[in-house]
């Protein structure tokens, strides 16, 4: 338990570092006979990969992932699937001048309080290339979901600039670098994030993941509400400041007469005339859309100077000059589709031990 | 694993309904030769204890707390710790009317769905009356702290009106029924709710919790990272949509130059310059304030007719008479204050074991 | 995780000391909508009550049970099950005068150098009294479980004494007081504890459980295999110093062809032709009568002078003259069955969720 | 929790199949700053490995570990250790002819019935291959505990033969092929061996595995005593059928005058005159030596014909000629001391959670 798992029945163990020889993932708690092969991962990881425009940081990785156990003549046998991904392109000497000095905004001060001891090499176990592993692990998840859940991510704000939801076009999303809904809202980012890479800056964002074709009875009350168990997923994304659910944080201005969502009968089965519950109630899923959002805040390493002290207590300044996203949230959806992915995986898995007939 | 229990070293497991005998929770974990007795616990379930304004549910509960097991001679053993609260007023025949209708916004179809079976008696399970177990728990849990954490709660937002920020002060969050630190906000709100509660409505609220003491080192990188469980730890209160730690949704918008938190060293000891991290980075405690936000719903039984729908798929009305809070989220400010002091005895002891000497 | 819980899906706590004001046990992870009601549980704590026989403790504890929460309407609900048993013939006194020894072959040091505290109160959370909770959380195991599981114990040897296997008829097992299926056993062992009880000493026991119509495939390679689980299951009952499934300790003797259980057809069904299996292979059920045996060291508390220390180090003696039994195997045969019992529910919710249709 | 992961706080989760490209461990909650390197853990899987005398399987495996995560110049860092050992020496071809029938006291029947899939290539995932997992993963746990806690394993019988404990040398457990303390039932079994292989047979084991320099006060009452989870960690090693600590079964037959362990003071310290606990009681441990044994039944496949059926359900016969050990309870002895060690040092840590200064 020391935090490197994730899920009940569906549930994964991460590790590896960013500069180590490799990360993987063991998924475990898969059930027999799915069919799955690399190119289902592959696909999945393809998309978070970094390199692909020039909004994400230029670290070339090609993101290889190896099934080393678990499945058995294309189908899975209900034993632990290893996935491993290999790194390649490591350059540890560019964290060398840094190894020292706390990157502010990062984990290095923690890791080290904690730990006494530092694995400078581009944060280590820290590194967000943490979630390729995530990515891996939600690909299986999916395949264990079936065809008839589908979960997408959309970015929704990228620093002030929030798209306008009418505009809304899923279509649009795999149409811009940016996972963006909106297509004149894809435009406008694509300058904003010019004129921030410009300045040395960086930016935040937010994310939005969308699940369709969840059943009605997914979540386990008390602790285990569905909801609880996504903010987790969702907070523990490298980065990641706040996690919303339907209305979210907006609920709190809402009226008694506007928050509840209204139901009523529509060929005989129940619709909700509204989703501010983003899905669930009482922790368990509604049927409707699961909708979560969360905000990721921006790089934090910059190439600008920064105040922060050293590890004898010197008070030094520290510019990061690696290769870094200038907004991290891109290559976010990614892995909040997988976290939701999973999520979602464990709970189907719940539900059937007691009956539930998903 | 059926969602009842929370944390794992100090974990608690609650059971118990609104209208039964009694509801409860069982604390494991605790370590022994800690001083507790009743008062201990009571002191802080009557801080959420209804009825003691005009603002929360008339609903009379003492909420008296026997310790039944864990505590020998005053001092607690190592073994697990059992506190119930009987319940006294039932009064099931309030909900007589409503049992076959969903209520909108409730869990009430929900658990319909998942479990086939409906304790229409005020919610059962799904009922806000579990939260005084949470508070319960949280009063041994900040006895494991110890005098050196202080956890305290308030409420910044009901409705559309948020507090001053640059008028918080702590002392005045005792004067008022609300919570509030900002004397001024909180005589608007008491007008505000007054005319909500006449108005038939409800209004939700954003209740933030502030941790002061907390040693660097708290949280296990990856998935059990400090603010993954909060985040999972307040979303699972009723009713919460959103959660944010430090700068929260509003991270997305700062500059890459805003949100890093500088360090400077102050007589010997690190300091930072702001906590936009709220306290957290990678997962782990960076030693500054903890600081944690949710936004709770209105109520969502109102007086007032909403369209629903019943058991047997027939399109119905439904209005709520009952004694209920007009604004929730005032209740919520205990049991949030009660959610953050479990997780960091969780994490203190988890820290312990690898070492940590705190 | 500090240890009173048991499961992973059927998942009960159990909390309570033996000389407090009540024992009891949260049973969570219960499917909903399973008849349920208090003399479902009271038959099962009745076989296991002292004070039935002149060969068990004389202790008077009514154990009567009440259900405190997760049933309405004589239905399980889906949430956690609070099972009260109030503790009505405490006579602390009695331990007065050992308080401050360490009785040989009891807890009490190693609690004392655990926790630094001691509940001398007949052992406090050590006390066997605990297995009650056991019994009440077996018998709604029972019910997961439904009529098609049979779940049978039975005493197999006290002291030198064992059964003759040949003899075995279930019947017996409920006619002599000490569950023995073997009629001419019976009457041996009445004689024999006679003796043991006025010599002052005690005697020791081996108890099998075995559990028939269990469906093949519960179990999860590869560390919570069934015989894994039932194994602990049984090692944490009290003075349990052995457990073996099937052959047991001695399938070391049996040779390669006697050991492997053949297999044929029957009426198209496969048929083992013997079960040293105990019913298991690769921590599997096979369909096959599962068989678990486990041995009870003698009652450690008896009346005959004993060499100890007290806590300040000092050599001194101790007499135990409470009311003890002279044989604990006895009482620990509904034990057993109930550990049985709540192991397969947990298997098999467990299976469910991988999609097997049991 | 689909059965791959074992322990709490000292945590590992094993992967891999016999004939896959590789299996591995990936050990979670190793404390920080702890020195390990790859021959740390080579020492420990070279005495498990295979082929180094005849009386064990002639499989060629190097079993190569390599570290490929968690340690940082030469120390661990607190992050999950990922280690893997590629399988070189798979010839799955000989598993080919027995691809479709059941052996008899062996996994294929259950996995087939539980996951409808049937990995034959050498048991797949419940090949006893899987235990270099558990060597590699027991060896960082022996780093854990240090170098004043010593885990020792030896065989203690073979078939009906039981070593003399009288006779019993620690130094003798290196000098030959058995781990036997006892010189002449060493060369006993020697010949015991050849006539066992030269009649196509097999034999079974009994194993001892004693730690010593195990402080008091490690286990956690109730469910996970010390005793409960080393029964578990034995249970589910390949073949285990019986579990005893201490007296063991034997314990049923000893007088109440026996039984208990008798303590003195000795230089200032308590001291134990016997050890029929096993240095556990009520779970929690004495500071006596551990002694924990398990007995392990004959290899199953074995070169004569055995009664069995195919996936068909027809009746058939199976031979099975692959290369197998004679007495698969050899190469468990580094297993036994594995898993000891491994439950330990999970035990150390959760301790230490409580404020144990061990």
Chains 1, 2, 3, 4 share one sequence.
């Not at 907070?235 to 928050?259: D, F, H, R, S």
């Not at 368990?284 to 922060?308: E, H, M, N, Y």
Request: aromatic content about 6%; overall charge neutral; proline content about 6%.
């Amino acid at each position: 338990m020391a935090g490197n798992t994730f899920g009940t029945l569906f549930r994964f163990t991460t590790w590896g570092e960013s500069h180590g020889p490799a990360i993987g993932v063991v998924v475990d708690g898969v059930p027999p006979r799915i069919p799955l092969a690399e190119p289902d991962i592959q696909h999945w990881l393809d998309r978070r990969r970094p390199g692909q425009s020039r909004y994400t940081t230029q670290r070339r990785e090609p993101d290889e992932v190896k099934i080393l156990s678990g499945v058995f003549e294309g189908q899975t046998t209900g034993t632990p699937i290893q996935l491993m991904i290999e790194n390649v392109d490591q350059r540890s000497k560019d964290y060398r001048n840094i190894a020292d000095r706390f990157r502010p905004g990062h984990a290095d001060y923690t890791y080290w309080k904690k730990y006494g001891i530092r694995d400078y090499r581009g944060g280590g176990r820290a590194s967000a290339r943490e979630t390729a592993s995530r990515v891996a692990a939600g690909a299986v998840a999916r395949k264990v979901l079936g065809a008839g859940i589908t979960i997408r991510g959309a970015l929704v704000q990228i620093g002030p600039h929030a798209i306008d939801r009418g505009a809304w076009d899923w279509a649009a999303v795999e149409e811009n670098p940016f996972w963006c809904p909106d297509r004149k809202m894809a435009a406008r980012w694509a300058d904003y994030l010019d004129q921030v890479r410009k300045a040395g800056s960086s930016a935040g964002a937010v994310i939005e993941v969308v699940a369709s074709g969840v059943p009605a009875g997914l979540g386990e009350p008390v602790y285990d509400k569905l909801d609880g168990d996504l903010a987790r997923a969702m907070m523990t994304i490298n980065a990641v400041k706040g996690v919303e659910i339907g209305a979210g944080m907006a609920a709190a201005a809402l009226t008694g007469e506007e928050n509840p969502d209204e139901i009523r009968m529509k060929d005989g089965t129940p619709v909700f005339l509204s989703n501010n519950a983003g899905g669930i109630l009482g922790g368990i899923s509604t049927g409707q859309d699961l909708v979560v959002r969360f905000a990721v805040k921006p790089t934090s390493s910059i190439p600008k100077p920064l105040r922060t002290i050293d590890a004898d207590g010197n008070e030094v300044e520290i510019e990061t000059h690696g290769r870094h996203d200038p907004c991290v949230g891109i290559r976010a959806v990614p892995v909040g589709e997988a976290m939701m992915a999973c999520v979602l995986a464990d709970h189907l898995l719940r539900y059937r031990a007691i009956g539930g007939s998903v």
